[in-house]
């Protein structure tokens, strides 16, 4: 880990920045949209806006790379959004919201990719599980702490969103001035969605309904905070709640997937993914409750993800499991999109409780989707089954998906390399 942490920690640094800025802009704008009057479905589209931005972004940064490298790509791309997000209160109007919305998700998403394929050329195989980790945790952990900075100004103000822009831009300056070189970029060409549907039946369906929990949580709590009336602290608590939880129980729930079948897990985190947000429609906006609910949901949804990826990737040759990543981010990335115009049209006709109505309803879908994939095909022996590796809904890109099945590789070879010396 200290090698790791030696080799990249101008990146880290920079990542947890960006992460910091990235989880400000996305609850302030929840806030003040609130403030400014704009409608339930007005937001659900600013919202629903960044996730196809990101999506597009992460399909397009490799070429992008490719063409003028890493470094002007990084710096271009971070500049433009520390500008836009100075533009939201100087133009306080949804459309131009939601155009913003766009450059930033393309903008941060290309970002993700040319830091995540640093991140990799610093790695080996001996560390990539810890370079990957860290990862992770770096950016969950910026976004916890960007709910806390919301304390710090009024949201009807400006200040608010002079700090994000300041933190992106701050988030530029270790990496380029990092003595690390750059490294070559060779994207991997893509599987095809009918072929990887093929493979994982349920890995698919799985993310795509997990896309539209996570865009639910990350691109609307804050709006539903806003609309049962938490002050901006309990917002900004309600908000980091879900990234707790989701630090606090990824590794014990892929401890325990390493040793049964996935899908039986998937079933369970799914149920008790659905409870939580049960508890939400039942109790909230009782704060406490909806601490206990968003601590739950959060907690299931991001190890679902990973259980997904590693329940995919038991089914894949390892020469398959890079190209599969694309098509892996794509089917998240899509729901990702609807997610919120979904949400939106819900918390318009029924209410905030359309909030937590919307994830019950994706979990309870991939439950039962989950139980039914167990009678179709036979459970994989849990001597061969691929490695559980951590991964972190808020910033997922194709780079990283590939970063996590190459180490599922390394370790997989690394116990049949065991398994032969025993």
């Excluded at 947890?16 to 003040?32: D, E, P």
């Excluded at 766009?102 to 001996?126: C, K, M, P, Q, R």
């Excluded at 947000?277 to 679902?304: E, Q, R, T």
Aim: include cysteine.
């Amino acid at each position: 880990m200290i090698q790791v942490i030696t080799s990249a920690w101008a990146l880290l640094l920079g990542m947890c920045l960006l992460m910091v800025g990235n989880g400000m802009q996305g609850t302030l704008l929840g806030i003040r949209g609130e403030i400014e009057g704009f409608s339930t479905l007005e937001m659900s589209i600013v919202m629903s806006a960044y996730f196809a931005g990101f999506l597009f972004g992460s399909r397009m940064a490799p070429n992008m790379i490719r063409r003028v490298g890493h470094v002007r790509v990084f710096a271009a791309l971070a500049s433009l959004i520390s500008a836009v997000i100075l533009l939201y209160p100087t133009f306080a109007n949804p459309w131009v919201w939601a155009l913003g919305r766009v450059v930033i998700g393309f903008g941060f998403s290309a970002v993700y990719v040319t830091a995540e394929s640093w991140l990799n050329d610093a790695a080996d195989n001996s560390n990539r599980g810890k370079a990957l980790s860290l990862y992770m945790i770096v950016q969950t952990s910026g976004i916890v702490i960007s709910q806390a900075l919301l304390l710090t100004a009024d949201p009807s103000g400006f200040v608010l969103f002079v700090i994000p822009s300041v933190l992106v831009s701050l988030a530029i300056t270790p990496i380029l001035l990092s003595i690390t070189p750059t490294p070559a970029f060779d994207s991997t060409k893509p599987m095809t969605l009918r072929d990887l549907f093929g493979k994982s039946p349920l890995g698919c369906f799985g993310m795509l309904l997990l896309g539209g929990v996570f865009s639910a949580q990350f691109g609307m709590s804050s709006v539903y905070g806003a609309q049962v009336g938490l002050s901006v602290a309990e917002i900004s608590t309600f908000v980091a709640t879900f990234f707790v939880g989701a630090m606090v129980l990824q590794y014990p729930i892929g401890w325990i997937s390493d040793r049964m079948d996935r899908r039986q897990l998937i079933i369970v985190v799914s149920a008790i993914g659905l409870a939580g947000a049960v508890a939400g429609i039942l109790f909230g906006p009782n704060l406490i409750w909806l601490l206990i609910s968003a601590f739950v949901v959060g907690g299931m949804s991001n190890p679902a993800y990973s259980l997904l990826l590693a329940h995919t990737n038991d089914y894949l040759e390892h020469e398959d499991m890079a190209a599969a990543s694309g098509g892996l981010v794509f089917i998240g990335g899509l729901g990702a999109v609807f997610g919120p115009l979904v949400v939106g049209a819900l918390m318009e006709n029924i209410g905030p409780s359309g909030f937590y109505l919307f994830i019950a309803v994706l979990f309870a879908v991939l439950a039962g989707y989950a139980m039914y994939r167990t009678t179709q095909r036979e459970a994989i022996s849990v001597t061969e089954t691929g490695a559980y590796v951590a991964m972190a809904q808020s910033a997922v890109t194709p780079v990283s998906m590939e970063i996590a099945q190459e180490y599922a590789i390394s370790a997989d070879q690394a116990g049949d390399d065991d398994g032969k010396a025993a």
